[in-house]
T-cell receptor, first 110, second 118 residues
Framework: QKEVEQNSGPLSVPEGAIASLNCTYS??????FFWYRQYSGKSPELIMS????GDKEDGRFTAQLNKASQYVSLLIRDSQPSDSATYLC??????????FGRGTSLIVHP | EAGVAQSPRYKIIEKRQSVAFWCNPI?????LYWYQQILGQGPKLLIQ????????DSQLPKDRFSAERLKGVDSTLKIQPAKLEDSAVYLC????????????????FGPGTRLTVT
C-alpha cells in the first residue's frame, strides 16, 4: 500500500508569515508530485506540480522535492487569510496511480 | 475551456437503495478518475480510466460499486446497494494523459457530489 503522510494540523500562522507544509511518501519510484488546495466545501484545485529534485517557484508558492529523503514540501510566502484552506499532497507512484495524503489544514490569522 | 462537470451535486438516499453519479471530463482529457472523500480525509481513488480502459480499480468495492466510461468520454459511477458508510463526497477528476507531456497527470476536479445515506 503506497502511503503519503501529512500532518493534519491545523497549522496556524500570522498574516505575512511563511507557511511550511510537509509531505512524505513511501513509494521510492514515485516521479510526479502535486500540491492541491481545497477550501471548505469545495473540490481540490491544483496549485503546484514538481517533477525533479530541488525548488520550483510560482508566485508566492515554492515547492521543494528531495527524492532521496522521499520528502516534498510547499512554502507559502506572505501568507494571506485567503490562503486558509486544506493543502493536499498527491504523489504519482511508479504505476502512475495517484495517492493523496489526508491534507494539512492551514489557518492564516490577521 | 469548460471544466469537469458532475451531477447531481447532492443526493440523499436510504440504505440499500441505489444511486448513480455522472461525470463529463474536460474535452480531450484521456484520463478520468473517481474519488471518494470522507470528511477530514484526503481523496481515495476508486477507479482510474485511460480512455475507456481501466488503469486501476483496486480500491473499488466491486460487490456494490461499478463504473464505466463509454466511448472514452463521459463516465458513470453506481452504488448498489448503498450503505451508511458510503456517505461521502464523490469527486470526478480528469487529466490530459498526453504521452510525452510532464503535465499529463495534473488533475482537474469537478465540483463533486455529496452523498448522504440514511
Amino acid at each position: 500500500q503506497k502511503e503519503v503522510e501529512q500532518n493534519s494540523g491545523p497549522l496556524s500562522v500570522p498574516e505575512g508569515a511563511i507557511a511550511s507544509l510537509n509531505c512524505t511518501y513511501s513509494d521510492r519510484v514515485s516521479q510526479s508530485f502535486f500540491w492541491y488546495r481545497q477550501y471548505s466545501g469545495k473540490s481540490p484545485e491544483l496549485i503546484m506540480s514538481i517533477y525533479s529534485n530541488g525548488d520550483k517557484e510560482d508566485g508566492r508558492f515554492t515547492a521543494q522535492l528531495n527524492k532521496a529523503s522521499q520528502y516534498v514540501s510547499l512554502l507559502i510566502r506572505d501568507s494571506q487569510p485567503s490562503d486558509s484552506a486544506t493543502y493536499l499532497c498527491a504523489v504519482l507512484g511508479g504505476s502512475y496511480i495517484p495517492t493523496f495524503g489526508r491534507g494539512t489544514s492551514l489557518i492564516v490569522h490577521p | 475551456e469548460a471544466g469537469v462537470a458532475q451531477s447531481p451535486r447532492y443526493k440523499i438516499i436510504e440504505k440499500r437503495q441505489s444511486v448513480a453519479f455522472w461525470c463529463n471530463p474536460i474535452s480531450g482529457h484521456a484520463t478520468l478518475y473517481w474519488y471518494q472523500q470522507i470528511l477530514g480525509q484526503g481523496p481515495k481513488l476508486l477507479i482510474q480510466f485511460q480512455n475507456n480502459g481501466v488503469v486501476d480499480d483496486s480500491q473499488l468495492p466491486k460487490d456494490r460499486f461499478s463504473a464505466e466510461r463509454l466511448k472514452g468520454v463521459d463516465s458513470t459511477l453506481k452504488i448498489q446497494p448503498a450503505k451508511l458508510e458510503d456517505s461521502a463526497v464523490y469527486l470526478c477528476a480528469s487529466s490530459p494523459g498526453l504521452a510525452g507531456s510532464l503535465r499529463r497527470y495534473e488533475q482537474y476536479f469537478g465540483p463533486g457530489t455529496r452523498l448522504t445515506v440514511t
